[in-house]
């Protein structure tokens, strides 16, 4: 079974840093895309941060400057190491990786569990 699985959320204060990570286990053949989404209460779920097989990263504009992706060499593993935390980055924080299995030749979207981070003092 392929999934993801999530660790690193928590209570910070402003300013702080946090580092998340998702590691992919299962049965896989490829992953391409990983990325990092959030969604805070009473807003949809955007996009925070992505990185694609070769390395190619982008960000939201709110996340430039301050989080960075990163991706193990095995390509497996992805963070994102957020630094100056703000009050508004207050959100669940969801893995994502586009997969294929390796009993199959069709990407699928996955998603982990979420993880909370709380900025607040």
């Known amino acids: 079974q392929v999934q993801l699985v999530e660790s690193g959320g928590g209570l910070v204060q402003p300013g702080g840093s946090l580092r998340l990570s998702c590691v992919a286990s299962?049965?896989?053949?490829?992953?391409?895309?990983m990325g990092w989404y959030r969604q805070a209460p009473g807003k949809q779920r955007e996009l925070v941060a992505g990185?694609?097989?070769?390395?190619?990263?982008n960000y939201a504009d709110s996340a430039k400057g301050r989080f960075t992706i990163s991706r193990d060499n095995a390509g497996n593993t992805v963070y994102l190491q957020m630094n100056s935390l703000k009050p508004e980055d207050t959100a669940v924080y969801y893995c994502?990786?586009?997969?294929?299995?390796?009993?199959?030749?069709?990407?699928?979207?996955?998603w982990g569990q979420g993880t909370q981070v709380t900025v607040s003092s």
């Open positions: 994502n990786a586009v997969m294929t299995p390796l009993m199959s030749r069709t990407m699928y979207n996955y």
């Open positions: 990185i694609g097989p070769s390395g190619n990263r």
């Open positions: 299962g049965s896989i053949f490829r992953i391409d895309f």
